[in-house]
């Protein structure tokens, strides 16, 4: 992963676009490079990151540090439309997709998923050269959604509000004075680290999960159309709310649902948002909390800061999805724009609990962030505690904030069940879905390594910091040793080392990429694993099989790219005529091939029922998704126009 | 052999290349990226991207090859094959990612097999002539020369 120089808070100015701050997260490294080569020739600065965690450790330790990201809609670990919600909650920054496929379903997914752009494959340099638009628009559409929802609100912040329009409008106007508006932002956001609700000039009101839940309660029993601020105030019955704040909290509160509506509308269900890949009878709920991150971002009421340090240990018991339960966040942060925010009550409310419950994650409403015993002293009391790891997660050392990050990060999202049931890191598996494990070991880690840290992994609870395989993958190129040995017309013998890198691709191939852990994937572990092992715990066996195609296969091509292989040797010395020995080897196969695919055919069915382990995040998800639904179904108001089932879960002890 | 003359082979070489298809115009956008800054871009662009590749095809034959095949596995392989493949140019190997995909989706092994072989056939193809091609770049550069940039 190349990185250019960070620029925190100051970015580009006069020569705007020149010097705009993109991240670039691909799995394939030779479109990586090419784009990274195309922006620099654009004048922006580029970083790189082959990992969507990486590229979210990244971005969480560098806020403001980026304006634009690039990101591939297929990767190994985690779904480019996932990547997209997150960055678009956590730090609510403009984020473009690009992929080789070019379907219309894949396209209109970038769309509803909030992408700002989707770039097919190839990409041309003439397509990077205008993607700074789409920052300038971001910003503009922010400041306006945020203008409106205050346009209640008394004039004290009324004119706070305008001092901070003027300044943005100029700098759309002008399209490149960032640094006015860019600095108001920094001058909030420092704001928020401090504690300072006593230079505000009006107490924010917090709209905690309790008082949200009134709200909403009171909404519904008037009707959504006929709610208003003054009868929902009265109905809270709420002293010191006054009906300004009932009003924009209102005001938010409406955007959001017909955010919902809409999304629901074009997809078929928010789930699209979470599934990524595979949408399914998926419940609103658990949609609710990325949604309701999605639109603080979007709205541009969440500060970045907030964003990602509410993000931050996010994973702790992420809502099985998204990953999104807002962990811990800084009070504070929440409220020091103005008391608009409504969404951050939830959040904190969220945020609060997951505190405590990070060792035991039993609680099944985390996927929706809501706080489950969480009584408002307590949150009081875990503002302290927050605070301290919000601001651990501000560390000067990008190395301290990943890890702690990645720590959390680590924990299985539905319950502290370790990964190891079935005995495999359970990022393996459902990675191992794709060509991951040549892809990423081959090129960039020395086997060695790789097994050990595997191993390590595999309890992500404790040890947070157990991060070296994803952090240990080196940069592009980064091994000399492979990449000099090859393309240099020159041809080294073969170095069979298959047996071992595969069984330490196998290793380091974990690191890092295992964000799905629910009971259903644990479940489809035990049965992928057996393939798995074929596959690379015991290559001999899996030679045996498939073996003469395997070998065929491993003689014509180097496993992990380390060498070229012998009959290659012709083709490439003399470079005017090569031969293809293949054909040779592989009619001699053909034959195994083809009892071979006979005994697959026949076991069709099984494969059929395959597929749905290779992702079993989605799937898993999805399941663990509904069976927590079944659960909270009956205990909600059920008030289905809303989708807002799992804020009146009466589980929740208000 | 001069550099004059040097440059002109490589000149027709690649316009060869591109009338049988091997190359197409993303190539050509390669070509441009290189600068004085980084004088062998194209060449570690090629590298990377054979590397992967063969680490790519290297997984497909073991799916393939595999009791019960893992298609959603194999066509993640292609795709990603694919979009290498169209990122540097590669238009024969492209296409074959194409239809092997298209064979994907119908969980046609047999096709899929015989599009591995092609693939593999493209790959090799692919890479003795990109071989050719950086080889005649690097003496023409030694010789003092610039490497010319074909036009689309």
């Keep these: 992963m190349s990185t250019s120089t960070w620029k925190s808070g100051e970015s580009v100015s006069e020569q705007f676009p020149a010097g705009l701050r993109v991240l670039v997260v691909d799995d394939d490294p030779t479109c990586l490079k090419i784009v990274e080569k195309m922006l620099k020739t654009c004048n922006y600065e580029v970083t790189t990151c082959n990992r969507a965690e990486k590229a979210l450790a990244l971005l969480q330790a560098h806020r403001n540090g980026f304006d634009i990201v690039i990101s591939d809609v297929h990767m190994p670990d985690m779904d480019g439309f996932k990547l997209l919600e997150r960055i678009g909650l956590e730090m609510d920054l403009p984020v473009i997709m690009m992929s080789a496929d070019d379907g219309k379903q894949v396209v209109m997914k970038g769309v509803t998923h909030g992408a700002c752009d989707y770039l097919i494959k190839p990409i041309r340099i003439e397509e990077l050269k205008n993607i700074w638009q789409h920052v300038v628009r971001k910003r503009k559409n922010e400041w306006k959604e945020l203008e409106q929802s205050t346009s209640i609100e008394d004039g004290v912040d009324r004119a706070h509000k305008q001092s901070e329009d003027a300044d943005y409008s100029s700098s759309a106007n002008e399209g490149g004075n960032w640094k006015s508006s860019k600095r108001r932002k920094d001058e909030e956001d420092e704001l928020e680290e401090r504690d300072d609700t006593s230079t505000l000039k009006k107490p924010r009101v917090v709209w905690s999960v309790e008082l949200h839940q009134q709200f909403v309660a009171a909404v519904n029993q008037l009707g959504i159309d006929k709610a208003v601020p003054k009868k929902i105030l009265e109905l809270m019955n709420v002293p010191g709310l006054t009906r300004e704040n009932v009003a924009s909290h209102l005001q938010k509160y409406r955007l959001y649902l017909r955010r919902l509506s809409g999304v629901s509308q074009h997809q078929g269900g928010v789930s699209n948002s979470f599934m990524g890949t595979q949408d399914a009878t998926f419940s609103p709920i658990s949609s609710l909390t990325g949604l309701d991150l999605q639109t603080l971002a979007v709205t541009g009421q969440l500060p970045p800061q907030s964003l990602a340090t509410l993000q931050a240990v996010g994973f702790a018991r992420p809502s099985p999805k998204s990953g999104l339960s807002i962990p811990m966040i800084d009070q504070r942060n929440l409220f020091s724009f103005d008391n608009s925010k409504f969404k951050f009550g939830e959040g904190q409310g969220q945020q609060q609990q997951q505190q405590p419950n990070l060792g035991n994650n039993k609680q099944l409403n985390l996927l929706h962030g809501i706080p489950t015993t969480m009584e408002p002293k307590q949150l009081a009391n875990l503002h302290q505690s927050l605070e301290n790891i919000s601001n651990m997660q501000v560390p000067v050392s990008q190395g301290n904030s990943i890890l702690m990050h990645r720590g959390t990060a680590r924990l299985p999202p539905n319950v502290g069940q370790p990964v190891t049931s079935n005995g495999l890191p359970g990022g393996l598996l459902p990675r191992n879905g794709h060509a991951e494990n040549g892809r990423g070991a081959g090129g960039y880690t020395n086997p060695v390594p790789q097994t050990t840290s595997s191993a390590a992994l595999t309890f992500p609870l404790n040890h947070g910091t157990e991060l070296p395989g994803t952090n240990s993958f080196p940069p592009l190129g980064s091994p000399p040793g492979i990449q000099s040995l090859t393309h240099k017309g020159q041809f080294p013998q073969d170095i069979t080392v298959n047996s071992e890198i595969k069984g330490s691709t196998a290793g380091g191939f974990i690191p890092g990429y295992y964000v799905l852990n629910d009971l259903q994937q644990l479940r489809s572990h035990d049965w992928e694993l057996q393939n798995v092992g074929l596959n690379f715990d015991s290559p001999q066996s899996a030679s045996s099989l498939p073996g003469s195609l395997e070998s065929a296969s491993s003689s014509l091509y180097v496993q992990q790219g380390i060498s070229r292989s012998g009959p290659l040797r012709n083709s490439s010395s003399g470079g005017s005529k090569p031969s293809f020995p293949v054909e040779g080897t592989h009619n001699q196969n053909l034959g195994s091939i083809v009892n071979s695919s006979v005994r697959i055919k026949s076991e069709n069915v099984v494969d059929a029922g395959c597929p749905s382990t290779l992702y079993p995040e989605h799937f898993g998800q999805e399941d663990l998704m509904s069976a927590l639904l079944k659960q909270q179904e009956g205990i909600g108001p059920g008030n289905p126009d809303f989708d807002f089932d799992g804020y009146n879960i009466d589980n929740i002890p208000v | ?152």
Aim: aromatic fraction near 6%; hydrophobic fraction near 40%; charge should be negative.
């Design chain 2, 1 to 152: 052999m001069d550099v004059g003359q040097m440059q002109k082979r490589l000149l027709d070489y690649m316009n060869s290349l591109l009338k049988e298809g091997i190359l197409d115009s993303q190539f050509a956008q390669l070509q441009q990226l290189q600068d004085e800054s980084n004088p062998d871009f194209v060449a570690e662009v090629v590298n990377l991207f054979f590397t992967d590749s063969e680490n790519l095809i290297n997984d497909l034959s073991n799916a393939l090859g595999q009791q019960n095949v893992d298609f959603k596995k194999v066509d993640s392989c292609v795709h990603q094959l694919k979009g290498s493949s169209a990122s540097i140019g590669a238009q024969r190997l492209k296409n074959t990612c194409i239809s092997f995909r298209k064979f994907c989706d119908e969980q046609n092994l047999q096709a899929c097999l015989m599009c591995l072989q092609e693939m593999q056939q493209e790959y090799l193809l692919l890479r003795s002539k990109l071989d050719v091609l950086l080889q005649v770049e690097k003496q023409i550069v030694a010789a003092g020369g610039s490497i010319p940039i074909m036009e689309f």
